[in-house]
């Protein structure tokens, strides 16, 4: 009776304990949503559109940041940040998800996340009678965009990148330490490095959508949809019919 009495004790602690952290967690989230309506105001976005971005009414929005000092918020959010709570999104970086993090906890973190995309997306195909897409491009890039085909095989590729990526984050001391899992600077090649997909080749390019390319002028007509398949999936900058072409006669 008494072990029953002290593992009843020891339970009710337990759920206080995450009682309080989950209250802790609700007001650090509150906050962090004053700040980035309160940044909303400051860029000028209307009320009306920030109270539809936060699911909240327009005089709720008003109330929450007419006398916020957004200085103020940004000290709070700093002593939030050594706290471990998660940095907001930087409208002038580049995409959340690939901004760089700066420990190796912060890219474990961000690892979980993909395995967590990885297990919805195996929901999907379970599911559904159609595949899910993924986008190869990073959102700073809209409206530009470069759907894929999310099957199984993507799902393997991604996971087996995963398990290599936290295999060095396991034995690295800080991001600095990393190489094959490094944050790479362009975020549209780290979005595909991400999703495991291969810069795209000529051969395997002509072969997926079975272009001809015995002639000189099917080659030509080829490569340039080789060129603007690569350039939709942010590749390359340099404009479709204006890059290089081996088949096109005259052009160096």
């Known amino acids: 009776m008494k072990g029953d009495w002290l593992g009843k004790v020891r339970r009710q602690r337990r759920v206080l304990a995450r009682v309080r952290r989950a209250a802790w967690r609700l007001e650090q989230a509150e906050r962090e949503r004053a700040w980035a309506l309160v940044a909303a105001r400051v860029e000028g976005v209307s009320v009306r559109k920030a109270a539809e971005a936060a699911g909240l009414s327009p005089s709720r929005v008003h109330q929450l940041t007419k006398d916020a000092d957004l200085d103020a918020l940004d000290v709070v959010l700093g002593e939030l940040r050594a706290a471990g709570w998660p940095a907001p999104e930087d409208p ?34 379970d599911r559904e009678s159609y595949p899910p897409a993924a986008n190869l491009r990073p959102e700073a890039n809209f409206p530009d965009r470069a759907s894929v085909v999310v099957d199984s095989a993507r799902i393997s590729a991604i996971l087996r990148r995963i398990a290599f990526d936290v295999d060095e984050l396991a034995r690295a001391r800080s991001v600095e330490d990393l190489t094959g899992a490094r944050v790479g600077d362009d975020p549209r090649a780290e979005r595909r490095r991400r999703l495991a997909e291969p810069v795209l080749e000529y051969a395997e390019f002509t ?3 079975n272009l001809p390319w015995g002639s000189t002028q099917q080659g030509e007509a080829a490569w340039d949809a080789y060129q603007a398949e690569r350039h939709r999936r942010g590749e390359t900058d340099q404009a479709p019919y204006t890059a290089y072409n081996p088949f096109r006669p005259g052009r160096a």
């Open 207 to 209: 072969r997926r959508k």
């Open 92 to 125: 002038e970086g580049s995409d959340e998800e690939l901004s760089g993090r700066a420990s190796v906890a912060e890219r474990l973190v961000d690892e979980v996340g993909w395995i967590r995309q990885c297990a919805d997306w195996i929901d999907h195909l």
